[in-house]
T-cell receptor
Framework: AQSVTQPDIHITVSEGASLELRCNYS??????LFWYVQSPGQGLQLLLK??????LVQGIKGFEAEFKRSQSSFNLRKPSVHWSDAAEYFC??????????FGAGTRLFVKA | DSGVTQTPKHLITATGQRVTLRCSPR?????VYWYQQSLDQGLQFLIQ???????AKGNILERFSAQQFPDLHSELNLSSLELGDSALYFC??????????FGPGTRLTVL
């Protein structure tokens, strides 16, 4: 069955430090992969997506993610975190037929 | 601004009541999705419509129903409300490839 695992419920990083949020998926075919961000009380905003091609994808707000088929992973990275990046981040996989499966989310805290 | 609109923004009602949440998708998007987000359940997919027809069903209760109209807007009807139905309800729309654009949500409080 298709699934998405975000192993970290929450992560705390210092402002200016690098960030990596982990995401593992289970899907039989080549997946469509997404990262979304949700600020408190807001809807989800698409950060980046992977459909095919270059396995390193760039997104908005300085985020990038790398698709690693061998590890079934799609980790999100940012070289230098800003306080405004504090939010909840969701990894998602497109499971075919317009169905998308979301992970449980990772809440990012940024300390000064 | 994603281009997806949802009304109302907040809704407070009592147990046993019925409410209707409305969603207007982005211009040109044919698919509409409904999600429920609560602290204990996380983001749960409820149902999806494509060009007026139900396409996929998730963890949607029998007390809940939805429809998509010819102008592509959608409504989610929640009836016989219980305290546990209190949550954020999101609508999202897409044109292709499962890339979804989310609305700002409707916060439902059942007292």
């Amino acid at each position: 069955a298709q699934s998405v695992t975000q192993p970290d419920i929450h992560i705390t990083v210092s402002e200016g430090a690098s960030l990596e949020l982990r995401c593992n998926y289970s899907y039989g075919a080549t997946p469509y992969l997404f990262w979304y961000v949700q600020s408190p009380g807001q809807g989800l905003q698409l950060l980046l997506k992977y459909f095919s091609g270059d396995t390193l994808v760039q997104g908005i707000k300085g985020f990038e993610a790398e698709f690693k088929r061998s590890q079934s992973s799609f980790n999100l990275r940012k070289p230098s975190v800003h306080w405004s990046d504090a939010a909840e981040y969701f990894c998602a996989v497109g499971a075919g037929g317009f169905k998308t499966i979301f992970g449980a989310g990772t809440r990012l805290f940024v300390k000064a | 601004d994603s281009g997806v609109t949802q009304t109302p923004k907040h809704l407070i009602t009592a147990t046993g009541q019925r409410v209707t949440l409305r969603c207007s998708p982005r211009s040109g998007d044919l698919s509409v999705y409904w999600y429920q987000q609560s602290l204990d359940q996380g983001l749960q997919f409820l149902i999806q419509y494509y060009n007026g027809e139900e396409r996929a069903k998730g963890n949607i209760l029998e007390r809940f129903s939805a429809q998509q109209f010819p102008d592509l807007h959608s409504e989610l009807n929640l009836s016989s409300l219980e305290l546990g139905d209190s949550a954020l309800y999101f609508c999202a729309s897409s044109l292709q490839r499962e890339e979804q654009f989310f609305g700002p949500g409707t916060r439902l409080t059942v007292l």
